[in-house]
């Protein structure tokens, strides 16, 4: 039977008693219904495992005891950094529960001219908020130890240009406009921005200023891609070509 794993966002060591925080508690006592001296693993996003015992447990409070540190990395020799355009209902999680399985790094959500969720600052924050979350149970599923930034949503522009100076990264937008194909044997970089536009795909003009600020247009074949389709197809060839798949 596989361990369960957690995410605990506090520090500990082996020998240390903790209070798992009330969400993870409850899950454990309610839904998994585990019991003293059941087993978990634990991770707190520093790229350890911590192998815990289950020392009481009640419906709102778990107390655990970490038992084993093991070191168990499974990031990928590739740093990639997803920009993806801020898409309608479901579409989001999606692409950042599959990102994070396939070993990205972080995730920028953007908004663009072309961008039909329009939110306050406040929203933005709780859907971010959520993000992270959905990232976070995505890393306990696959097994990663480290968990990927969902960070503040931004404009699009804006944030290439934070970028601008990143002269060692390759820098990625995939366009149904572009005639290029990606050529892996072209690069040598382990670091990647990946730009993905949202449903209709990012202007001419937003494609045109990121080109200006050093992004190279790609074309995923002859049909038209999905926004969640498209950064997901991406990641993996990027993966393949140059990472850990």
């Not at 908004?111 to 924050?125: K, P």
């Not at 050529?183 to 993905?196: E, N, V, Y």
């Not at 045109?208 to 997901?232: K, V």
Request: hydrophobic share 40%; aromatic share 6%; proline share 3%.
């Amino acid at each position: 039977m596989r361990t369960l794993r957690f995410y605990v966002p506090l520090e500990f060591s082996v020998g240390d008693v903790i209070k798992a925080p009330e969400n993870t508690a409850r899950h454990i006592a309610q839904v998994l219904r585990l019991r003293v001296n059941d087993e978990v693993t634990l991770f707190a996003g520093d790229g350890m495992e911590y192998r815990a015992k289950i020392l009481d447990v009640s419906k709102k409070q778990l107390s655990l005891e970490i038992t084993t540190a093991i070191a168990n990395s499974l990031e990928s020799n590739i740093r990639i950094h997803l920009i993806q355009a801020v898409s309608k209902g479901d579409r989001m999680d999606w692409v950042i529960q599959k990102a994070v399985e396939l070993g990205v790094t972080s995730i920028q959500p953007v908004t663009s001219s072309r961008t039909h969720v329009n939110l306050s600052v406040e929203r933005f924050e709780k859907k971010r908020l959520h993000w992270q979350a959905v990232a976070i149970a995505a890393c306990e599923q696959c097994g990663r130890n480290v968990v990927p930034e969902v960070r503040p949503v931004a404009a699009l522009f804006d944030v290439a240009q934070g970028y601008r100076a990143h002269s060692s990264m390759q820098k990625i937008l995939l366009s149904p406009q572009s005639n290029a194909k990606y050529r892996h044997d072209k690069s040598t970089a382990d670091d990647f921005l990946l730009a993905i536009g949202p449903e209709g795909g990012f202007s001419d003009q937003e494609e045109q200023q990121l080109i200006a600020l050093g992004f190279e247009s790609y074309r995923l074949g002859p049909r038209i891609l999905r926004t969640e389709t498209a950064a997901i197809t991406a990641i993996s060839i990027l993966q393949a070509y140059h990472g850990d798949l």
